[in-house]
């Protein structure tokens, strides 16, 4: 193509394409300079609250919004026990979601210089290191999977996790509109089923198991003995296998919105739920409050996530463990 071109052009293609390089190198250069000057430079001030230590305590947010939930709770929990401010990564995916009281900061490792480094020792069990910090922290490589952190403060992390009100709202809407036509009062309990990735060759090998049609069934006789007027509603990320495993009743209600959220910000607000395993109904069972079910089945017992956990400090001894 470019032989076909008159020469002059040519050359003046060649001076674009020189012009076109030397802006771009200028660019490139320009980016690293502000993000070297963003790294080096703390992004947040940390001030000195009254009443408050000088110590700052931070986390690495790894895994998904499940965890995300553990690892903001366990580190408000953490700094309340041990006197320490808090402050919670922009990345945290909460921020979006939740009306989040803690400050928003400790953005990278960067600007953790004079920072102590603390890692767990089992994800899903109470490590007693956690209230002996006693200088700026940050906690990495940890998932902090017990009540044992927070449960103390539970009034203020429900606070910390109400809902931004276009979700609440959405959530609220869609429960009237359900009960409208049930008894005034009706109780509402919530059944979260969780089966996608626990499915997956990789998560069962390490030792995830999914809830079996008897549990379910087993724990939904159990709720209707103890709430006469009840609706349950169910929250599955597999409708398919919910419509063939829960026999069609009048007191049963499948929920198919396709959002994860709005699953969750409905089932936080039942009056009992029954949970299957994983921190996501985990959460909503510790929000809603009232009586909760859990599958004893999981982690699969001898595994090595069965390993990392302490049952005692997974699950809180009022909820009720069925297989
Ligand atoms: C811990 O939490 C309680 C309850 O929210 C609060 O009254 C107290 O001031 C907190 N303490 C610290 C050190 O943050
Ligand atoms: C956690 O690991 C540390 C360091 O290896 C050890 O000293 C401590 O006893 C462990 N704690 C528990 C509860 O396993």
Redesign the pocket.
Known sequence: MAENMPNYLQFNNYLGFRYFALTSFMAFTLCILLELQFLMKPEYKMPTPVGISHNHISAFFQGRMGNHLFLYASLIGIANSTNMEPFVPPDCSLWDILELKAKKGGRSYHHLGRYIYFKE??SN?????TQEFDTDTYIDESYLQSWRYFNHIRNTIKEHYTFKPEIKNAAEKYIQNVVRNDPKGVTKIGIHIRRGDFLQDYFKDYGYVVATADYIHKAMKYMREQFQSHRFFICTDDHSWARLNIPESLDVTFVSSTSAIDDFALLASMDHMIMTQGSFGWWAAYLAGGTTVYFTGYPRPGSELDKQFNKRDYYLSEWIGMA
Do not use: E, G, K, M
């Open positions: 020792n089992l069990t109470y490590d007693a290191r």
